[in-house]
């Protein structure tokens, strides 16, 4: 008999493995929750309250390390396994699955618009967009980190920060703040949720044509201040991936930021190509 172990990567997202202890190693701070400072009331149809887009800046980075675990599930199948962590703000993403005595067995690697999803042990790769991780949302390589730090921004243009203040609707309801892009993608409407202390609490993504079930959606724990922020060190991806549910959850721990590293983005020689669709086939291990 062969035990199948399902190994795999995709953008998004975080999970607490049973038993590991979790931690953000660098320079962890006390960032300031104070609260939310209202600068609308009964805006709109008086039914609502605005919020200071301000509240939700954050610090800038340029490099993103971290170790941790991840959690995969998608067709019946599911995986355990440590993970390490590299990112380039806004060039590049790079995830090594290593389930095994640290050995890497599997890799996600993001530039440009692309993901390579690598299977070391079968000589497999997926090359597809990177909007195979956002059900055809298109994304760039800043608005992915920002997915997996739990940080608001803009499709196409990036993170909330003051110069893109302006293209931003915020109000309250039901005990949250939602803080929303004025400029939705087409097809599609997508917001971020914060508790009142200003801490992420989710990213829905929802069709326009009048469906209300999600179509991607991240959910945020663990917030973590750090000298580049607060970071959810806790996510949890989950999306529609060759018509079938998908679900990516991932812990960060030891994160550090702005060290050098380098990433490698070349496509593996030799190894077979096959459809992002058969992203949990891909890695599928057997012994």
Known sequence: MK???????????????????????QNIIDVPSPPINV???NAGNGSHTAVDVANFYQADWSTF???????LGGGGKSMNSSMQMRMHRGKSIYVSMRPIMG??????VISGDSILLVDKVHKRYVLEKASLLTNGVPVTVENLQDIFMGRAFELGKGSLTQS????????IKDGKVLLKPATQYNGFDYCFSYDSNCNIVSLDVHPTNGG??????????????????????????STV????????????????????FTIDTKT????????????????????
Not at 65 to 71: F, L, R, V, W
Not at 215 to 233: F, H, P, R, S, W
């Open 3 to 25: 035990n199948r172990i399902a190994i795999t990567v995709t953008a998004i997202a975080a999970l607490v493995i049973t038993g590991c202890s979790k931690k953000v190693a």
């Open 65 to 71: 390390k971290s170790g941790g675990n991840a959690k």
């Open 212 to 237: 209300s079930a999600a179509t991607c959606g991240v959910v945020y724990d663990d917030i973590e201040g750090t000298v580049a922020g607060k970071v959810a060190t806790s996510v949890k991806v």
């Open 164 to 171: 893109l203040k302006d293209d931003f609707t915020t109000e």
């Open 241 to 260: 991936i060759g018509g079938k549910a998908f679900e990516l959850l991932m812990e960060y721990k030891d994160v550090k930021f702005n060290e050098a």
């Open 268 to 287: 593996p020689t030799k190894y077979k190509r096959i459809e992002g669709k058969d992203i949990m086939t891909l890695f599928s291990v057997g012994k």
């Open 103 to 108: 050995i890497e067995v599997a890799k996600m």
């Open 39 to 41: 600068v609308n009331e």
